[in-house]
């Protein structure tokens, strides 16, 4: 193989890496709203993101999470694997309406579960919903602004 042709193939498989690496590569990022609260939400929508998730992050902002987006509808379950940050999550269905919030510590392989079948689940730092008021039943908008599931 030539110098040229073995540049290529490097170069190639950098570009593979940083793609597949959401801490690496900008994940796409929608605007939520819980009530008066604005959130900034990257956006994980294909297998590779969601299973990847917050693994690995250092730090959230203090309105910032992630937005899993599932390709069906169920009782999806989450779990803290490789995640230094605790979390909360809130399981939300196709309408926007939360249907189960769960905390999550770090590092840690408990499944979380879904109370009822949904389509999302938005995850942000430690008691943030309940910090600000949002529970079962409380709407998210925005949703409608997400990629579709991959």
């Known amino acids: 193989m030539n110098t040229r042709a073995a540049f290529a193939n490097a170069l190639s498989l950098v570009g593979a890496m940083l793609a597949a690496s959401p801490t690496?590569?900008?994940l796409p990022a929608i605007t939520l709203n819980a009530g008066l609260y604005v959130i900034r939400a990257e956006v994980a929508n294909t297998f590779e993101t969601r299973?990847?998730?917050?693994?690995?992050?250092?730090?959230?902002?203090p309105n910032q999470g992630m937005l899993f987006?599932?390709?069906?509808?169920?009782?999806?379950?989450?779990?803290?694997k490789n995640t230094p940050l605790p979390l909360s999550v809130a399981f939300i269905d196709e309408r926007g309406e939360v249907v189960g919030i769960s905390e999550m510590a770090p590092h840690t392989e408990?499944?979380?579960c879904a109370a009822k079948p949904a389509r999302f689940a938005l995850e942000m730092g430690k008691g943030w919903f309940a910090g600000k008021g949002v529970r079962a039943g409380s709407k998210i908008q925005g949703l409608d602004k997400a990629p579709p599931p991959q």
Not at 51 to 59: D, F, I, K, N, T
Not at 69 to 80: D, G, K, P, S
Request: glycine share 6%; proline share 0%.
């Open 51 to 61: 299973a990847r998730g917050l693994m690995y992050r250092e730090s959230l902002g």
């Open 24 to 26: 690496l590569a900008e």
């Open 110 to 112: 408990s499944s979380h």
């Open 69 to 80: 987006v599932f390709q069906a509808v169920e009782r999806h379950c989450m779990w803290m």
